[in-house]
């Protein structure tokens, strides 16, 4: 009998451990995830802004950087331009500058190449 209850519960274990462990991809699990990255159309006022914005902001805008952003400001144009290089290596968590976001993991692969791509084209104000 106890042998039968040992084998039972070893044989339910085994089933439910088989069950639980599947793997869902992303697009299966987030339907409307998109996870296209434009690289085509990059310009400062959307793509850069935005990737700024979300990531950067905080802590860099023209408000902020005084107090919590080292006054680095990231929030004009001719700012983020002087400072791409930098900024570049800080995003990419490369180089001698500080990695960034602070105390944050990098941001997107897509944000990265959208970035580097905005200063091989010349870091056009657009």
């Given at each position: 009998?106890?042998?039968?209850?040992?084998?039972?519960?070893?044989?339910?274990?085994?089933?439910?451990?088989?069950?639980?462990?599947?793997?869902?991809?992303?697009?299966?699990?987030?339907?409307?995830?998109?996870?296209?990255?434009?690289?085509?159309?990059?310009?400062?006022?959307?793509?850069?802004?935005?990737?700024?914005?979300?990531?950067?902001?905080?802590?860099?805008?023209?408000?902020?950087?005084?107090?919590?952003?080292?006054?680095?400001?990231?929030?004009?144009?001719?700012?983020?331009?002087?400072?791409?290089?930098?900024?570049?290596?800080?995003?990419?968590?490369?180089?001698?500058?500080?990695?960034?976001?602070?105390?944050?993991?990098?941001?997107?692969?897509?944000a990265i190449n959208q970035f580097n791509i905005w200063i091989r084209q010349?870091?056009?104000?657009?």
């Amino acid at each position: 009998m106890m042998k039968r209850i040992i084998l039972i519960t070893i044989t339910l274990a085994f089933a439910f451990l088989i069950h639980s462990c599947y793997y869902d991809s992303e697009e299966a699990l987030y339907p409307n995830l998109d996870t296209t990255c434009d690289t085509n159309n990059v310009t400062f006022s959307v793509t850069i802004t935005t990737m700024l914005s979300e990531n950067c902001y905080s802590c860099h805008s023209n408000s902020t950087a005084a107090s919590v952003g080292g006054n680095i400001k990231l929030q004009d144009y001719v700012d983020v331009a002087a400072q791409s290089t930098s900024l570049a290596n800080a995003i990419q968590h490369t180089g001698s500058v500080t990695p960034m976001p602070k105390n944050g993991g990098k941001v997107s692969d897509c944000a990265i190449n959208q970035f580097n791509i905005w200063i091989r084209q010349g870091k056009l104000n657009n």
